[in-house]
């Protein structure tokens, strides 16, 4: 094996060590969520995780280390002996009577010494046959090595003593541990003190010592699958005087010892797995698997005992027991590990029948993405339910399928199924965020690209011949520049990117309405109808972009008010973006977007297909996002001054109706909000669609952009003034206050239809279904905001009207993961959480819809590789 | 660490019946991986009892063996350590340590074993190492004036280091005696 150069494992060591928020617990939380194993020094993450090595304090590893590598080399020296040694202060060692080969006496260390042969004669057997195409393991002294070891382990733990398997444990420690190791450490002494604590902790002089020690502290909870109830084993049953023959007696001791061998704990957990946790989460395999007569300790003693190495390849090993190490030293989660392994293969074994089953568990199929195992075996010991057992499946499902292939996953499961992607995809954001923003770059790319129905279920069939004939070239196009991993990810995307769009819709459908005033224009939404408005939104989708427009301007001759023409702008952009999420539009188009900024072109544009609509232009040099801001306020201030001068400012009256506006509003609010960000980092995505783009680039300015945006836009005043000042950091308050005023509003003036609970209650159903979910899964800053927002908005104010179904909340707390559940348990008390999540889902639509009205313009146009 | 057991001159069935009891006590089978035989072990039954004790068995002819197939001489390695074997009845005069050198030195031996004369004999002469076992069941002997006492030789090698122990049976009972041979390096060379 070759071993690594210093400045090699000074790398690995810095990768480690190099991080500035370097804690035991985020170096756990890395080993089971990314790969800090297999980038930096596996060996020293492991003697972190098995607490070797007692903290992060590299000055006090040097004591430590000392300490157990003599520790290693007294009891070699102890255990491993010759009868023959000089033991002065033995009395019998000088005897020859008593000290010599062949002596009876009990005495004798000779006899010692052949029960060490015999043991040692045992374990070299398997050792030799430790991974046998591993040429690594076929070297004499790796051979004697691992023996030694074994044998010390064995000789401190006679209870137990040496079974089958434990060199299998062993071996792939020994590997890590040599392969990391530093020859030449001579005169260590003389370097800086991290060079030299590199080098003493990866000397190669102490691999064995270093193994030993990590191997001890692996079997401290490994050892109790190797336990055997010996006592149990050998109780024989009681032969009754002319009871029966012989044979009957054999067949009593068989039973005997089947009995026995249920109580071996290994089995014991086996029968746990299989009863207990099986049962719970997957009653279907159980049964099916009951139905068989397969025994759980069939495969599962192997799996356990052997920590899943016989399963996968060393690599993959490696990479699952980092995961184990990192979360629980203790070993409690391989339950869970199994439970994962058996779902993933959970519809081949429902398939198969007994000897199928059988050679699927004996012989486990391979898999590639092993990383995601203990993430699910997390998952699952958190939510041992049917339901957490369902989401894995789903995932699986999700994860194991091809792009091409239909999934046809009932409706009703749809949220269960995003939501249970919910900890998977957060693996994927800590492991590597730029990994994961590429990765979801690249699905976004996907979902323009190919949004054919495969995902069109509840009555929406917005397939059109327009998407259908792209979906042929792209695919093409596809195959070559994404990564074949990214596949799970993409189709997540996919679906989230639809349901996306139907919020959009939604929005837009209110907008128009409320701006409008036209609720029997040709998108006619009546109010509680979901059935109706989905239809509706199924017609438009088909529609390209500029009849929208003209469609707009229709419904809009109505109201000749020059005021809502930039409001038109701004929807007409997010439909734009809404079609181009359903994919009827093949690609994004930053015109449509730039028509709202009033820049010279795209003002002739806008005329071209507008009929005579004169568009308020502001100064064509003003900054975009804040021209766009500026416009709107202009319109705002036209419309209705805000009638309390002192107060905040405030943007709203735009989008209302003056007997609104005549509510102060108590709170500054802004439109800038997560959701904004959001839609700016959809309308990034989207960007990205052009071939050219440098997707690095683009994912970090998905990163800066959305806060870029939000600074230009969060602190505009009413007055019109161009926004300058640095927004609030915190800007999921302010669309929370909106969001609170917007709700003042509602009861104040129940003739308002915009907050009309009618209107609400199927958006409450809707958005909770699937919506809130779409939208909280991919964008994490927004799932914070979002129900930060929610949490912060449901401490204000109660609103009764608010009782949509609350399953698909429950399951949403679940699926989210820790961060997110401190944020929001800092904010609320578990009863409120319900209703917060309620009205999270409604202030996530509404400020969709505003939002976007100044997101739109602020997509940045002019940048799209993202250098900012 | 390897156990060998020396052991010559039985003589069963022809002058004894049968090895003692006490060192049929002691030679159990699973601890003594080698058998060197020096010879006159005589009958079939007693060399398949030798087998019982470890199934490697290495024999020399003896002048009194049925088995006309086996060598007369023998050399086994063990690491460093060249072991020759030889009955001894070749040697004149019997048991004459300078007539046994030049044996060993044609063999090229380090360690020389030989038997015939029924007389327990280890000796360092010019850097090799010669070993009489004696005779496991104390036949009578012509060569032998004196009382003939059983006795056998079980050899500890360890590398270069070969420590003896000398299973001898005196007045009923087992006395062991220890004597230790390391091969110099330095005497055997030749520049």
């Known amino acids: 094996m070759d071993s690594l150069s210093f400045e090699e494992v000074k790398t690995k060591w810095d990768i480690i060590f190099k991080d500035p928020l370097l804690s035991l617990t985020s ?74 080969p062949l002596s009876l006496d009990h005495a004798n260390p000779w006899q010692e010494y052949f029960k060490d042969t015999e043991l040692r004669k045992i374990i070299k057997q398997d050792v030799e046959r430790t991974f046998p195409e591993n040429e690594y393991f076929r070297s004499a002294s790796i051979q004697n090595q691992l023996l030694d070891i074994l044998f010390i382990y064995c000789k401190m733990n006679t209870d137990v003593s040496y079974r089958q398997g434990m060199h299998e444990l062993l071996a792939p420690i020994l590997w890590v541990v040599d392969k990391e190791s530093l020859s030449n450490t001579s005169g260590y002494a003389m370097e800086d003190s991290e060079d030299a604590i590199i080098k003493q902790s990866l000397s190669a002089d102490y691999i064995e010592h270093d193994t030993f020690a990590l191997f001890s502290a692996l079997m401290k909870s490994a050892k109790a699958y190797y336990e055997y109830n010996d006592e149990v084993f050998n ?114 074994l429902l398939e198969s029948d007994y000897a199928g089953c059988l050679s699927m568990l004996m012989r486990y199929p391979s898999i ?103 979906a042929h070239s792209y695919q093409q196009s596809i195959h070559d520049t994404e990564p074949h991993q990214n596949s799970e990810d993409i189709l997540r995307l996919k679906e989230q990117n639809r349901q996306m769009g139907i919020v959009i819709q939604r929005s837009i ?24 408005i989905e239809k509706s939104s199924d017609g438009t989708t088909s529609r390209s972009s500029f009849e929208y427009i003209a469609g707009n301007n229709n419904e809009e001759s109505n109201i000749p008010t020059s005021n809502e023409i930039s409001i038109l702008n701004v929807l007409h952009g997010l439909k734009h973006i809404r079609d181009v999420l359903n994919g009827s539009v093949k690609e994004f188009n930053p015109h449509i977007l730039d028509l709202t900024n009033n820049n010279a072109e795209d003002h002739d544009h806008w005329e071209v297909v507008d009929d005579g609509v ?72 989207l960007q990205q669609s052009n071939p050219l783009a440098d997707q690095i680039k683009i994912s970090n300015s998905i990163s800066e952009k959305p806060s870029l945006i939000s600074t230009t836009q969060s602190r505009s005043s009413p007055r019109g003034v161009r926004p300058t000042s640095i927004s609030l950091p915190k800007s ?81 707390e679940k699926s989210t993961t820790s961060n997110l559940t401190q944020k929001r348990s800092k904010n609320t008390s578990p009863s409120e959480r319900n209703r917060s999540e309620n009205i999270g889902s409604i202030s996530s639509m509404n400020s969709v819809k505003k939002a976007n009205n100044n997101a739109a313009p602020a997509i940045p146009v002019e940048d799209p590789l993202g250098v900012l | 660490m390897v156990l060998v057991l020396v052991i010559g001159d039985l003589h069963v069935p022809y002058r004894v019946h049968d090895l003692p009891l006490k060192f049929k006590k002691l030679l159990v089978p699973g601890k003594i991986q080698q058998i060197i035989c020096t010879g006159n072990v005589c009958d079939k039954e007693t060399f398949d009892y030798l087998r019982t004790i470890a199934a490697d068995v290495h024999v020399v002819r003896g002048d009194y063996d049925e088995f006309p197939s086996w060598p007369l001489s023998k050399i086994i390695t063990h690491g460093p350590l060249r072991i020759g ?94 004597i230790e041979y390391r091969k110099n390096y330095d005497t055997s060379k030749v520049l």
């Open chain 1, 27 to 100: 170096l756990r939380e890395k080993g089971y969520k990314g790969n800090i194993c297999s980038q930096g020094l596996r060996s020293i993450c492991w003697k972190l995780y098995l607490a070797y090595l007692p903290s992060l304090d590299t000055e006090t590893w040097s004591l430590t280390l000392n300490k157990e590598r003599q520790h290693y080399a007294d009891l070699r020296q102890k255990y491993i002996t010759s009868p023959t040694a000089d033991n002065d202060n033995d009395s019998n060692a000088t005897d020859l009577s008593v000290n010599n």
């Open chain 1, 732 to 812: 999921k308050f302010k669309l929370n206050d909106t969001m609170n005023d917007l709700d003042k509003r509602s009861v104040s003036s129940p003739k308002s239809s915009i907050v009309s609970n009618s209107k609400y209650s199927w958006m409450v159903e809707g958005c909770t279904e699937d919506d809130d979910n779409s939208l909280f899964n991919p964008k994490r800053s927004s799932i914070i905001g979002i129900s930060g927002l929610s949490s912060y908005s449901s401490e204000r104010t109660n609103y009764g009207y608010l009782d949509g179904p609350i399953e698909d909340e429950d399951q949403f």
């Open chain 2, 85 to 178: 074997v030889l009955h001894g009845h070749q040697v004149i005069p019997v048991g004459d340590a300078e007539s046994l050198s030049i044996i060993a030195r044609q063999m090229d031996a380090d360690i020389l074993l030989t038997g015939h004369t029924h007389r327990f004999e280890a000796i360092e002469y010019e850097g090799k190492f010669f070993v009489n076992p004696g005779s496991a069941t104390g036949a009578y002997s012509g060569f032998c004036t004196e009382d003939i006492k059983p006795s056998f030789v079980l050899m500890d090698i360890q590398g270069s280091v070969v420590v003896t122990y000398v299973y001898r049976l005196v007045d009923g009972d087992v006395k062991v005696d220890k």
């Open chain 1, 235 to 348: 109780r024989r049953p009681a032969k009754r005087t002319g009871q029966s023959s012989d044979v009957d007696y054999a067949r009593l001791i068989k039973e005997a010892q089947a009995e026995a061998a249920k109580l071996t704990p290994v089995v014991m957990k086996c029968n746990k797995i299989h009863e207990e946790y099986l049962r719970t989460i997957d009653i279907e395999l159980y049964n099916h698997l009951k139905n068989l007569e397969i025994e759980p300790q069939l495969y599962g003693i192997r799996w356990i005992r052997l920590l899943f190495g016989r399963e996968f390849p060393i690599n993959q090993v490696l990479i699952l027991w980092d995961g184990m190490f990192a979360e629980d030293p203790t070993l409690r989660l391989v339950d869970f590990v199994c439970l994962a392994l058996m779902l993933r293969i959970r519809d081949e």
């Open chain 1, 614 to 685: 004169s568009v308020v232009s502001m100064a064509g040099t003003e900054d975009e996002t804040a021209s766009v801001t500026k416009e709107v306020q202009t319109k705002q201030e036209r419309i209705a001054p805000p009638v309390n001068a002192s107060k905040a400012p405030n943007l709203e009256p735009t989008f209302t109706k003056d007997s609104e506006i005549s509510q102060p509003s108590p709170l500054p609010s802004s439109f800038s909000s997560p959701l904004s960000d959001e839609t700016a980092s959809q309308s990034t995505l």
């Open chain 1, 509 to 532: 459908n209110i907008l128009e309405q409320e701006l409008l005033g036209k609720p029997k224009s040709r998108e006619d939404v009546n109010a509680g109808d979901a059935d109706k």
């Open chain 1, 368 to 470: 590639n993405d092993v990383e995601v195992l203990v993430p699910q075996a997390i998952y699952l010991r958190d939510h041992l339910s049917p339901e957490g057992g369902n989401n894995i499946i789903q995932q699986n499902a999700i994860r194991l399928r091809k792009p091409i292939i239909p999934i046809q996953i009932p409706a009703q499961k749809e949220s269960n199924r995003v939501e249970g992607l919910v900890p998977d995809g957060f693996v994927h954001v800590t492991k590597n965020s730029a990994v994961m923003l590429n990765k979801a770059i690249l699905s976004a790319k996907n979902v323009l690209r190919r949004p054919d129905g495969q995902y069109e279920h509840r009555k929406r069939q917005s397939t059109s011949d327009f998407s259908q004939r792209y």
